[in-house]
Structure formats: structure tokens, C-alpha cells
């Protein structure tokens, strides 16, 4: 089957999640320069799946301190479209900050109001993704009951963004979300089969307690559920479309 834009994306998502969910030294990078060369094949409709495989190349060359491999990843992004510049003032990419390449790829980003919002919120929701599943991982602990809870996520924006370095930010932060559920979910089937056997052997098992856990499960879900409901992305009346130089190097606080 040929390549298309929306094969290659769902493609790096899957490469992305894998990545996430084994790390980069078992999962290597290869499939990221497979997709960068299948969508790089597919010309200008397909640049932006490219810079998005690059950017992650670039973001991984970073975490090695290969800084010459993540400038040049980096530079081939901004080409194809890469503009978020809140990504690149992450911890792992500050060293490159001084770096003459690196500014100079960086000013040459362009992104407007309306985006640069969007990218702002994306970011946010990725870590508060990640403080969820850490406070639900505490909040499983002890529970007897043998349901399943799974892991709420704010509804993805679905505005047409000026600029594609957006749609890239979108695929890291769907990936990140699926790779946080599926730990989520394997925790849960784990504890929830060894409370079934549990059930089936031990005839001490607190059924009382089994079920007051189930319903205190289910209210808790209800009430994230709502919670992620709420952080839906709202564009800001007025936020402008005009293409203009990003925020300046080293003036953008990550989201925390």
C-alpha cells in the first residue's frame, strides 16, 4: 500500500509510543528515519510528518549531548516547518541555546498568536498527563476491587492551526498520552487479575471493602473525567494569524 500523510502519521505515533514506553536505547531510532525518508518521498504534503520525526531525532540527539546531530536534525525540522519554540526550551535543548546554529535556526521559526497558544497548552497537558498518572498510580494502591480505571484525557483541539509545526506538538502529545494509558492499563489489569485470584482462593477476602473501593474508583473517575473535560483548549478571542518571529531564545518558561 502506498504511503500517505495520514499512514505516515499514525505510523509515528506508533514509533513515538514505542519509544516512550521502551526508551530510546531499546527501541533505537531506526523507525524514526524510516518515517523521516517515507514522508520526505512524499514532497511538500508530507514535510510536516518529516519535521516531526526530525525534531524527535533531534530532541533524542539532546538527552545524548550529541549536539551536533541535534542541530543538524534540528535544522532539517525547521526547514519542513517546525516551529515550537516552547519545545526547544525544554531542559535537555537549553545547553544548545548558546550554540550560533542553533539560534540562528531558531529565529528563522516563525508562529503566530493564535498557534503559539495552542503550542503553550499542549505542552501544559502533556505534564499535567503525566502528574495524573502518577497520582493515580498512588491512588490504586491497596484497592481490592477488581475494576479497571482508565486514565481520562482533555479532547485533543481540532482548530485548523496556521502552521504545521502545531499538528507536529499534537502527535507528540497524542503519543505521550496513549504511552501513559497503556502503563496505566497494564498496571491495572495486573492488580485487578491478582484480586481476582485473590477472590477465588482466600476466603478472608473483604468483599465489603472490595465493593466501597469499586465505588470510591468510580467517583474518583468520574470527577478526572470531568477535570480533563474542562482543560479543553478554548482559542483565545482576538489571538492573532499573523506569521511573526517567535518569543526570544531563552524568554519562554516550560510549562511545569
Not at 74 to 92: K, M, Q, R
Not at 102 to 128: G, P
Not at 187 to 208: C, H, K, M, P, V
Amino acid at each position: 500500500m502506498a504511503d500517505t500523510v495520514h499512514s505516515l502519521a499514525d505510523r509515528l505515533h506508533e514509533v513515538l509510543v514505542d519509544l516512550l514506553t521502551r526508551g530510546a536505547a531499546t527501541a533505537g531510532t531506526r523507525g524514526l528515519h524510516d518515517v523521516v525518508a517515507r514522508a520526505t518521498a512524499l514532497g511538500p504534503e508530507g514535510a510536516w510528518v518529516a519535521a516531526a520525526g526530525r525534531a524527535n531525532l533531534g530532541g533524542l540527539a539532546c538527552l545524548q549531548g550529541e549536539w551536533e546531530l541535534a542541530v543538524f536534525h534540528l535544522e532539517a525540522a525547521v526547514a519542513d516547518g517546525y516551529n515550537d519554540c516552547v519545545a526547544l526550551h525544554v531542559p535537555p535543548v537549553r545547553p544548545l541555546h548558546d550554540d550560533p546554529r542553533f539560534r540562528a535556526l531558531y529565529e528563522r521559526m516563525r508562529v503566530t498568536a493564535a498557534d503559539l497558544d495552542e503550542l503553550f497548552w499542549l505542552h501544559q497537558e502533556m505534564q499535567t498527563m503525566a502528574s495524573d498518572a502518577q497520582r493515580a498510580s498512588v491512588d490504586n494502591i491497596g484497592r481490592l476491587d477488581t475494576g479497571v480505571s482508565l486514565l481520562p484525557q482533555a479532547p485533543m483541539p481540532t482548530r485548523a492551526p496556521h502552521t504545521p509545526g502545531v499538528l507536529i506538538t499534537r502527535l507528540d502529545l497524542a503519543a505521550a498520552g496513549t504511552a501513559l494509558q497503556q502503563a496505566a492499563l497494564k498496571a491495572e489489569f495486573q492488580r485487578s487479575s491478582g484480586n481476582t485470584s485473590l477472590s477465588l482462593i482466600d476466603d478472608s477476602w473483604d468483599y465489603g471493602r472490595a465493593r466501597r473501593d469499586a465505588w470510591d474508583a468510580d467517583a474518583l473517575e468520574t470527577r478526572r473525567l470531568r477535570a480533563a473535560e474542562a482543560r479543553a483548549f478554548v482559542e483565545r478571542p482576538g489571538a492573532g494569524s499573523a506569521l511573526v518571529p517567535c518569543p526570544p531564545l531563552g524568554s519562554i518558561t516550560y510549562p511545569g
